[in-house]
């Protein structure tokens, strides 16, 4: 299994421009995460999916959408993007049955200039 | 905003057993508390749980104090792969999701 996979591994975007960072997973999860990282700061949950076409706001949500139509697929969409969108994005998965577990990708570097 | 607060960096010689501490004060009957780790710049990686009985497993222990307002995660025989950002968690999974909220972690170095 390749586990959680992420694309692309780096990207810088202007101001205003609008992207999708791509995620996916091969282990049949049913959950799937996104996160930011800050610069020297933990993670925080952006959006979630229990299931396809079920998705639910984390804790910071403006500025993003997510769609979830496979259960293999949870792509994140920038649009409009701001320089404090900075940041490092990890998607994670886990199973139902012992979703505390989460699998990370290994990341998406985005700078917003 | 995270519900623990945890030392911002420790060293620990090669060999030797880290003891990171963590400080749950607020935690609620039906939170866990969770460890996981990131070593550099990767995903973080889930290392272990508990609810209230000290917990073992092939990376760690977790010791929880019996009011569970703290707890230690202890890697009992560090190694230079061991250095890395250790996030202690409190969560509520009644609902079934485990929505983390990570705090800065502690900074641990294994020293050689």
């Known amino acids: 299994n390749a586990g959680v996979t992420q694309t692309p591994k780096f990207r810088i975007l202007k101001i205003g421009q609008s992207m999708t960072l791509q995620c996916t997973q091969d282990?049949?999860?049913?959950?799937m995460y996104w996160y930011r990282q800050d610069p020297g700061m933990g993670l925080k949950l952006i959006y979630y999916?229990?299931?396809?076409?079920?998705?639910d706001k984390g804790e910071v949500p403006n500025g993003y959408n997510v769609s979830r139509s496979t259960t293999e697929d949870f792509p994140l969409r920038l649009e409009l993007a701001a320089p404090s969108q900075t940041s490092v994005y990890f998607c994670?998965?886990?199973?139902?049955?012992?979703?505390?577990?989460?699998?990370f990708g290994p990341g998406t570097r985005l700078t917003v200039t | 905003d995270a519900k623990t607060t945890q030392p911002t960096s420790m060293d620990c010689a090669e060999g030797r057993a880290a003891n990171l501490p963590c400080n749950h004060s607020?935690?609620?009957?039906?939170?866990?508390v969770y460890w996981y780790r990131q070593i550099h710049s990767q995903g973080p990686q889930y290392i272990i749980h508990?609810?209230?009985n000290n917990e073992t497993n092939e990376m760690a222990s977790l010791i929880i104090t019996e009011d569970r307002k703290s707890s230690t995660l202890i890697l009992p025989h560090a190694t230079l792969r061991d250095t890395a950002v250790y996030y202690c968690?409190?969560?509520?999974?009644?609902?079934?999701?485990?929505?983390?909220?990570f705090g800065t972690g502690t900074r641990l170095k294994v020293l050689a």
């Open positions: 968690i409190v969560s509520d999974t009644t609902s079934g999701t485990y929505k983390y909220i």
């Open positions: 508990g609810l209230k």
């Open positions: 999916s229990v299931g396809a076409g079920i998705t």
């Open positions: 607020t935690i609620s009957g039906n939170e866990y």
């Open positions: 282990m049949n999860h049913n959950y």
């Open positions: 994670a998965s886990s199973k139902p049955q012992s979703s505390y577990e989460q699998y």
